[in-house]
T-cell receptor
Framework: DTGVSQNPRHKITKRGQNVTFRCDPISEHNRLYWYRQTLGQGPEFLTYFQNEAQLEKSRLLSDRFSAERPKGSFSTLEIQRTEQGDSAMYLC????????????FGPGTRLTVT | KNQVEQSPQSLIILEGKNCTLQCNYTVSPFSNLRWYKQDTGRGPVSLTIMTFSENTKSNGRYTATLDADTKQSSLHITASQLSDSASYICVVPTGGGNKLTFGTGTQLKVEL
């Protein structure tokens, strides 16, 4: 399967703990996006990378959130000092820069903060 | 402000019936609109993309329409199947096409 993969698929953590998610994009895609989706809502943009450069961050991405794509391949999204409001599905997508409207999504990581 | 609104919020239909989902957008400039299907607990999967100049496009039992003048799109599903039960999300590129703005989705349930 050469699609976008995300790990873990589910994460349950206690409030105040740090969590890290991983996304592996489609290999030839140089753009990688992170979205957050809460129940009953559409995904909301968090940030995106072109190669290893983080080009845009949403205001939704508080100081507790950090994303990296060190070698321009996989990316990690870390949430520090998790809060119950962080409970959501975190989706990763990838695309070719010239076709940013054609994003392919991973299965998501479901985070539950207790 | 760029917005994408969908209706209805949820819909229950019997297997074999048809249904139509609506999407209104206020996005400028507009280049294209895409419908995604999202199964519970999964990432969205693209069904169809409509460019500015297209009015109708079909993908199997799914037919999308676009009226760029009124900024409306619809997704028509014919002969529904149980596997059509999912959230259907209307998506428009914004931010110079660098990111996507999603509607809240229509939750469709197909019952026997």
């Amino acid at each position: 399967d050469t699609g976008v993969s995300q790990n873990p698929r589910h994460k349950i953590t206690k409030r105040g703990q740090n969590v890290t998610f991983r996304c592996d994009p489609i290999s030839e895609h140089n753009r990688l996006y992170w979205y957050r989706q809460t129940l009953g809502q559409g995904p909301e943009f968090l940030t995106y990378f072109q190669n290893e450069a983080q080009l845009e961050k949403s205001r939704l991405l508080s100081d507790r959130f950090s994303a990296e794509r060190p070698k321009g391949s996989f990316s990690t999204l870390e949430i520090q000092r998790t809060e119950q409001g962080d409970s959501a599905m975190y989706l990763c997508a990838s695309s070719i820069s010239g076709r940013a409207y054609e994003q392919y999504f991973g299965p998501g990581t479901r985070l539950t903060v207790t | 402000k760029n917005q994408v609104e969908q209706s209805p919020q949820s819909l229950i239909i019997l297997e074999g019936k048809n249904c139509t989902l609506q999407c209104n957008y206020t996005v400028s400039p507009f280049s294209n609109l895409r419908w995604y299907k999202q199964d519970t607990g999964r990432g969205p999967v693209s069904l169809t993309i409509m460019t500015f100049s297209e009015n109708t496009k079909s993908n199997g039992r799914y037919t999308a329409t676009l009226d760029a003048d009124t900024k409306q799109s619809s997704l028509h599903i014919t002969a529904s199947q149980l596997s059509d039960s999912a959230s259907y999300i209307c998506v428009v590129p914004t931010g110079g096409g660098n990111k996507l703005t999603f509607g809240t989705g229509t939750q469709l349930k197909v019952e026997l």
